[in-house]
Each structure stands twice: as structure tokens, then as C-alpha cells.
């Protein structure tokens, strides 16, 4: 039987690579090279090939002018990623194309770069770091760069899914103490004792610092605003890994040369990969380049998800295990 044609948007990794191409007729973009950021190119490469099956990645534009763009013989987009707001849901229903992502196993992963993230803007590590690389560093002093600790600090968690709980779980370690805000309540074997909000001014109000994890979209969009930032205790910090559009840029970077907020830490942005140029001369923001997800192992294993994603629907006639539309 002809092997289905799959079109690989983005270059992944090794092991993902090879399966594809041995189980699939697989287009793939092995240098990277940039056509992924063009929706009509994408459709143009798709359609040249009968792909059957499109492989694409977070911020990809597939939207609904990709979608409609799409040959009919695609029947399914597997997205290497566990967001999915690059992805128009409702015109890929409309065309009957199925959607899947790649939850669970980017989980740990993303959770340690939230607290990657956590303890240098608590702990002034790119300023330090900024200091030793500039040359400027005199040596050990003793009011050199003080942060704060996270110890007995109050950690609010934006959205209590996977990641949400996997950085609980570290914080605990740090002897921190959990609140979460989320559209409902988590049962208790999920809670493990964090303490939930059911509104908006009590949470902010009662942490030290949050994280957040909602998804992107239209409902989350500028989610943490001016008002919300003036709702944080003084000298809170803002931890960023979920979607940088749950952020309004101007409000933070304002919160932070006032000194309401302390020091953020932030992996995505709005419009990225451009990045807000208020954060750009700012010290206490730490700033890393969406890397939430990006270990060996995590990325083998959200490629082998995708693929057996893809399977499901090409080659095995069954339903994909991670449907998200
Ligand atoms: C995702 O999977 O949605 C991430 O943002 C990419 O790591």
C-alpha cells in the first residue's frame, strides 16, 4: 500500500524525522527554512504534494484562510505542540479535518522552565549574569544583587492543569505555599492541599507571585492588566510560560519600572517572536526564547505523540488518541 503523504512544516527532531519518513511519503523541511511562517505557502506545499496529512508546530498560521487553502485530501493536522490557538478549530471542523496536539509530555518539562524562570527574577540571576559576561563584576559584596527567596513565599497558579500541578509539586520542594485560580475546583487528589480561588480579587491579592498556564485565545487575551497587576501585593513577581497574549506588555512593563512588581520572568510573548520593546531595557525581567517544552526527551516524545496521532488517522483507521478537534 502507498505510504500516506505526510508535509512536515518545521525541521524535528532526529528520531521523529526518521519515523516519519519511514512510515510516511514525508515532505520534510529539514534546514528549517522559514516558508512555515506563510499560511498560503504552506496550502501551496501541501497541495503540490496530496499531502494527506500536515505536521505542523506551535505558531505555525494555520488559520482559517490556511485551512480553507488546504487540498481536500488532507484529512488530518497534527500540531508538535499541546497549544492549539495557532490552529482555526472551527474552519478545520468545517472541512472535517481532524486536530490533535501533544498533551502530557511536556508537562515537567514546561513546569521547570516556569521555575527556571522563578528563581531568576526572584534571585536577580540574568542581572548577574548580565554583570559577569559585561565585565562590570567587582567581586562579592555585601548588598551586591539581593533577591528574595521563594521559601514560605505564596505561589498563585494561573490555570491548575498539567503544568499547573507539576510546578506545585516542585514548589513544594521550596517549601512554598499553593494557591490556584481556575474555572473550577480540582479534586482534592489534585489539589494536594493548594488552596482554591474562585474569583479573580482574592487570588491576586493573596500571592507572592504568579505563574501562568491558560491557554491562549480570545478569552484569556490581556488577561493579566493594569488592574489586575494593581490588585498584586507590592513586589509581587510575574512568571509567563502559558501564551504570551494572556499578558498586557505596556501594564507590566509600567508595573515594573514603578516597582509595584517586582521582577518578571517571561518564555513567551505577543506577536512573538517579537518581543515588547519596553521589556528590552529593563533589569528585572528575566527573558528566555519559548524554550517551556525544549529538552531532548520532551521533544522526542511530543514528536513520537504527534506521530502516533497521525497514525491513528492515516494508517490505523482509529480515533486519534489526542483529539482536540
Ligand atoms: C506548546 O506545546 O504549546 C508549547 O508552547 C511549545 O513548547
Same mark, same amino acid.
Not at 499541546?82 to 482555526?88: R, T
Not at 512573538?272 to 528590552?280: I, N, Q, R
Given at each position: 500500500m502507498a505510504r500516506p503523504v505526510l508535509l512536515v512544516t518545521r525541521k524535528l527532531p532526529e528520531a521523529t524525522e526518521a519515523r516519519a519518513a519511514r512510515d510516511y511519503d514525508a515532505r520534510l523541511n529539514p534546514k528549517d527554512?522559514?516558508?512555515?511562517?506563510d499560511g498560503a505557502e504552506i496550502a501551496r506545499r501541501a497541495t503540490e504534494a496530496g499531502a494527506a496529512g500536515v505536521l505542523c508546530a506551535a505558531?505555525?498560521?494555520?488559520?482559517a484562510q490556511t485551512i480553507a487553502a488546504l487540498?481536500?485530501?488532507?484529512?488530518v493536522i497534527a500540531t508538535?505542540?499541546?497549544?492549539?490557538?495557532?490552529?482555526?478549530i472551527d474552519a478545520a471542523k468545517a472541512r472535517g479535518i481532524v486536530v490533535t496536539n501533544t498533551p502530557e509530555v511536556l508537562s515537567f518539562a514546561t513546569a521547570e522552565c516556569a521555575f527556571t524562570l522563578m528563581l531568576m527574577a526572584a534571585r536577580r540571576a540574568g542581572e548577574g549574569e548580565r554583570m559577569v559576561r559585561a565585565r562590570a563584576w567587582e567581586g562579592w559584596a555585601p548588598t551586591q544583587l539581593m533577591g528574595v527567596t521563594l521559601e514560605n513565599k505564596t505561589l498563585g497558579i494561573a490555570g491548575f492543569g498539567r503544568i499547573g500541578r507539576e510546578l506545585a509539586a516542585m514548589a513544594r520542594g521550596f517549601r512554598m505555599k499553593i494557591h490556584y485560580r481556575d474555572i473550577q475546583r480540582a479534586p482534592a487528589d489534585l489539589e494536594q492541599g493548594a488552596v482554591f480561588h474562585d474569583n479573580d480579587d482574592s487570588f491576586l491579592g493573596a500571592i507572592d507571585i504568579i505563574s501562568m498556564h491558560m491557554p491562549g485565545g480570545?478569552?484569556?487575551?490581556?488577561?493579566?492588566n493594569a488592574e489586575r497587576l494593581a490588585r498584586m501585593k507590592k513586589g509581587a513577581i510575574v512568571i509567563n510560560t502559558?501564551?504570551?497574549?494572556?499578558?498586557?506588555d505596556a501594564a507590566l512593563v509600567d508595573a515594573l519600572k514603578s516597582g509595584h512588581i517586582r521582577a518578571a520572568g517571561l518564555d $513567551?510573548? @505577543? !506577536?512573538?517572536?517579537? $518581543?515588547? @520593546? !519596553?521589556?528590552?531595557?529593563?533589569?528585572n525581567v528575566a527573558l528566555l526564547p519559548?524554550?517551556?517544552?525544549?529538552t531532548i526527551e520532551t521533544r522526542d516524545a511530543m514528536g513520537h505523540r504527534a506521530l502516533d496521532n497521525l497514525d491513528a488517522v492515516l494508517r490505523l483507521n482509529q480515533p486519534a488518541p489526542h483529539r482536540v478537534a
Open positions: 527554512a522559514p516558508w512555515f511562517r505558531g505555525d498560521p494555520m488559520n487540498p481536500a485530501s488532507v484529512k508538535f505542540s499541546v497549544g492549539y490557538d495557532h490552529i482555526a480570545d478569552a484569556t487575551r490581556k488577561w493579566l502559558g501564551r504570551g497574549g494572556s499578558v498586557d $513567551v510573548y @505577543d !506577536g512573538e517572536p517579537k $518581543v515588547f @520593546d !519596553g521589556y528590552l531595557g529593563l533589569e519559548h524554550l517551556g517544552s525544549a
